[in-house]
């Protein structure tokens, strides 16, 4: 019998963007544009935490899901500033945002605490939407794949193929995020599918099947329907476009 095909998921990365009122202005301009679009494609939006609640109010009924910008590997305790997977679930998200390069970049993110966290997501009913990525100098010095290779297996440690198959994975060259600069779709596609010939070496061909990958950096509506057609590319990270709603709804018809 053959597989199902993996249904396309486009991710909205608010970062620290947007005020709770803002927040609910977009999302409520954004819910009829794509309302016509059903389940043909996931949609997601990761609001900062304050935005959470509110947002799941505003998005009932509707085909938009709800994504935390990251979460801490305890489920509670004295982790001043931090917030918990289960917190999250309670308050409405079904994804979870790990490891995105600003947080390795900025917060010290290994890939040991992506690792940590993306047990606590899983154990709280969540699911993760793993970022990887190279910088600029590591592209430039030919070890892309070496990089994202290890950040693979290193997010995924320790979990067996039914767990992994639930994860999301999303590729971001840290050189194409907030710049302008996309990757080539053949770039785009290279990547993609050398992350899905590691699931299958790290697990077997149905899990890396299942595994859907996205695709981040400057996805624009311009450019999202030729990276969306890519064989491997089975969805978008959106960070920027994301906090227009016209030019989000383009991008998540570009996926439908
Ligand atoms: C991101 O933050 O995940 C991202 C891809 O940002 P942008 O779309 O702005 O490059």
Same mark, same amino acid.
């Given at each position: 019998m053959a597989a199902e095909p993996r249904r396309k998921i486009i991710a909205g990365n608010w970062k620290m963007n947007k005020t709770v009122s803002e927040a609910l202005a977009l999302v409520r301009e954004l819910r009829g544009?794509?309302?016509?679009?059903?389940?043909?494609? &996931? #949609? !997601?939006?990761?609001?900062?935490?304050?935005?959470? $609640?509110? !947002? %799941?109010?505003?998005?009932?009924?509707?085909?938009?899901?709800?994504?935390?910008?990251?979460?801490?590997? /305890? %489920?509670?305790?004295?982790?001043?500033?931090?917030?918990?997977?289960?917190?999250?679930?309670?308050?409405?998200? %079904? *994804?979870? #945002?790990l490891g995105h390069s600003e947080r390795r970049q900025y917060f010290g993110e290994t890939d040991e605490t992506v690792n940590k966290r993306a047990q606590a997501v899983l154990k709280a009913g969540l699911l993760p939407i793993l970022c990887v990525g190279e910088t600029l100098a590591e592209r430039e010095a030919g070890r +892309?794949?070496?990089?994202? &290779?290890?950040?693979?297996?290193?997010?995924?440690?320790?979990?067996?193929?039914?767990?992994?198959?639930?994860?999301?994975?999303? *590729?971001?060259?840290?050189?194409? #995020?907030? +710049?302008?600069?996309?990757? +080539?779709? %053949?770039?785009?596609? /290279?990547? $993609?599918?050398? #992350?899905?010939?590691?699931?299958?070496?790290l697990y077997d061909g149905g899990t890396a099947e299942q595994v859907r990958i996205q695709y981040g950096g400057s996805v624009k509506p311009d450019n999202a329907a030729e990276l969306l057609g890519q064989k491997d590319v089975d969805g978008a990270l959106v960070g920027g476009a994301s906090l227009k709603a016209g030019d989000f709804a383009a991008i998540v018809k570009a996926g439908a």
């Open positions: 544009m794509v309302s016509v679009l059903r389940d043909k494609v &996931e #949609i !997601v939006l990761a609001p900062p935490f304050v935005a959470l $609640h509110p !947002v %799941a109010k505003a998005i009932e009924d509707s085909n938009l899901k709800l994504a935390g910008q990251n979460c801490h590997w /305890e %489920a509670l305790g004295a982790f001043t500033g931090e917030v918990a997977a289960p917190m999250l679930k309670e308050v409405g998200c %079904a *994804y979870v #945002i +892309t794949l070496e990089v994202v &290779e290890r950040q693979v297996k290193g997010g995924l440690a320790g979990f067996g193929g039914a767990e992994v198959a639930r994860f999301v994975l999303a *590729y971001e060259p840290v050189w194409a #995020i907030g +710049t302008g600069r996309t990757a +080539t779709t %053949a770039q785009a596609q /290279e990547v $993609h599918a050398a #992350i899905r010939s590691q699931l299958v070496r």
